[in-house]
């Protein structure tokens, strides 16, 4: 198969690439990414060298770049992460956010259209289901749920999955979606909750802990996520949704705590900072469905995984100390100076 990943030089796209490299021998994948701030050619660096591998730098926005690379290709599946990702981001300027996560879907489903590629799969979050009550345990996100929003960015990635069924019903694209909830693991851009703790605590900086540090995020190790994906698109139903995560719910404070204990650090770091506006309360996944379906469950528990996300961090720092230079600092001063 050959394969086209588009946003593959971020988090989950890069952590995606590795695996199917690895799993996959018969595959060629080329990778599409506009090097935006959460791009990281670095990242890729493992890959370049596989000749079954190649990176190509473009906007998925762009109908003149992605029509022609679609012809010269001929890809056979599309895997579309390439999005803008981040909730407060989305808060300040939500433009981008259209513009890359709505228009660059339709743009690649017009080019899988005229180019007759077999499957369109699209990477999708359980933030569209908007948010659970953190009184009511008992309730999880399912595929039956209406799709909702509570940010710019849920809202793009809804328009997106509506956009992308609509292509289905209508045009016949084969597609298929699936909804993952918060991951973790290495290569994480450190503006998310996970890696800016960690960066924080060993700087011995604050920890900016929003409002109250109870809502709840159903965190899933990296990996997980990559084999639901590659056994959706090798086994799942076209038109389906699915589902990814499933039973490793903790709070934020929770999520702090672990590393300031890990790292050693004291919790007097936790600083409570304003809340986000329209701040979700709690995300939980119900993976039922890639269970029954296609044998899909999580393997790495959060207490293991998130001591490798730390041991790595610790083993990987001049990757995100060099993120974190330019145009981050300016970041973290305008979202967490006045906070
Ligand atoms: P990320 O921000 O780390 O990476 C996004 C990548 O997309 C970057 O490499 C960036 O350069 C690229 N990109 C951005 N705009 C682009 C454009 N116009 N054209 C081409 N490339 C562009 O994001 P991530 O955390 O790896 O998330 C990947 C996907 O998974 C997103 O679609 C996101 O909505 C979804 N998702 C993320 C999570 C999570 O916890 N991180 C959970 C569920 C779903
Ligand atoms: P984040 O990693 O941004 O993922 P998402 O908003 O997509 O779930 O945030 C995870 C949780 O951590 C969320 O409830 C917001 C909270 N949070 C903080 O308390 N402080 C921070 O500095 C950040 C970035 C997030």
């Given at each position: 198969m050959k394969i086209l990943v588009t946003g593959g030089a971020g988090f989950i796209g890069a952590n995606f690439v590795f695996y199917m490299l690895e799993e996959h021998p018969e595959d060629e994948i080329v990778c599409l990414d506009a090097l935006t701030y959460a791009g990281n050619l670095e990242t890729l660096e493992p890959a370049m060298d596989n000749p079954r591998f190649r990176f190509v730098k473009g906007d998925v926005a762009d109908r003149k770049a992605?029509?022609?690379?679609f012809e010269k290709e001929g890809f056979d599946v599309v895997v579309n992460f390439a999005a803008e990702s981040h909730v407060d981001r989305s808060i300040e300027d939500p433009g981008i956010f259209l513009?890359?996560?709505i228009l660059g879907t339709q743009v690649l489903m017009d080019a899988s259209r005229e180019y007759g590629v077999k499957r369109f799969h699209q990477v999708g979050t359980d933030e569209v289901y908007g948010d659970l009550p953190l009184d009511r345990p008992d309730l999880f996100f399912t595929e039956d749920m209406p799709v909702t929003a509570s940010s710019p960015y849920s809202a793009s990635k809804a328009s997106a999955d509506l956009l992308v069924m609509a292509y289905h019903r209508t045009f016949g694209l084969p597609v298929t979606i699936s909804r993952c909830s918060n991951n973790y693991g290495p290569y994480q851009f450190p503006?998310?909750?996970?890696?800016?703790?960690?960066a924080n605590a060993l700087?011995?900086?604050?920890?900016?802990?929003y409002g109250t540090g109870e809502n709840v995020r159903d965190w899933l190790y990296v990996e997980d996520h990559c084999r639901a994906i590659d056994r959706i698109l090798r086994s799942g139903r076209v038109g389906e949704v699915y589902n990814i995560g499933g039973h490793n719910e903790r709070n934020n404070l929770e999520v702090v705590k672990t590393i300031l204990a890990q790292l050693n650090k004291p919790e007097s770091l936790i600083t409570f900072v304003g809340d986000r506006k329209g701040h979700d309360l709690r995300y939980a996944i119900d993976p039922t469905k890639i269970h029954e379906e296609l044998g899909w469950l999580p393997t790495t528990k959060f207490d293991d995984g998130i001591r490798q996300t730390i041991d790595w961090y610790l083993d990987h720092e001049?990757?995100?100390?060099?993120?974190?230079?330019?145009?981050?600092q300016q970041y973290y001063e305008k979202m967490y100076g006045n906070r």
């Open positions: 992605v029509f022609p690379l513009k890359t996560n503006e998310k909750l996970i890696p800016l703790m960690i700087a011995d900086k604050p920890l900016p802990v001049p990757w995100w100390r060099n993120i974190i230079s330019g145009e981050y």
